[in-house]
């Protein structure tokens, strides 16, 4: 298994933008597929993205879609997450997981980066 560390939550405003970083420890990073999750408090963990081992693929909740970019760097052991056009309900803590072929749930989670959008 992984160990996954998230940086780059924050404060921003209404319609800003920021980065989250996850870095990945192990030496097979590449063949876990790769997504990010967020829980706000009081609601259910939600799907946000994810990119598929080969960088080729990537899959998005609807909420984020057109707004939030993930991307992965094999070589750096680190996945990112762009978040542009932000609104308050994406206020969370979001999350970094990896997944070798048995579901997110059953694999590797970060300790999570709280964002917090204000109106």
């Known amino acids: 298994q992984v160990q996954l560390v998230e940086s780059g939550g924050g404060l921003v405003q209404t319609g800003g933008s920021l980065r989250l970083s996850c870095a990945a420890s192990?030496?097979?990073?590449?063949?876990?597929?790769m997504g990010w999750f967020r829980q706000a408090p009081g609601k259910a963990r939600q799907f946000v993205a994810s990119?598929?081992?080969?960088?080729?693929?990537?899959y998005y909740a609807d909420s984020v879609k057109g707004r939030f970019t993930i991307s992965r760097d094999n070589a750096k052991n680190a996945v990112y997450l762009q978040m542009n056009s932000l609104k308050p309900e994406d206020t969370a803590v979001y999350y970094c997981?990896?997944?070798?072929?048995?579901?997110?749930?059953?694999?590797?989670w970060g300790q999570g980066t709280q964002v917090t959008v204000s109106s």
């Open positions: 192990g030496r097979t990073f590449s063949s876990y597929t």
């Open positions: 997981a990896a997944d070798r072929g048995t579901g997110f749930d059953s694999g590797s």
């Open positions: 990119i598929w081992r080969s960088e080729s693929s990537a």
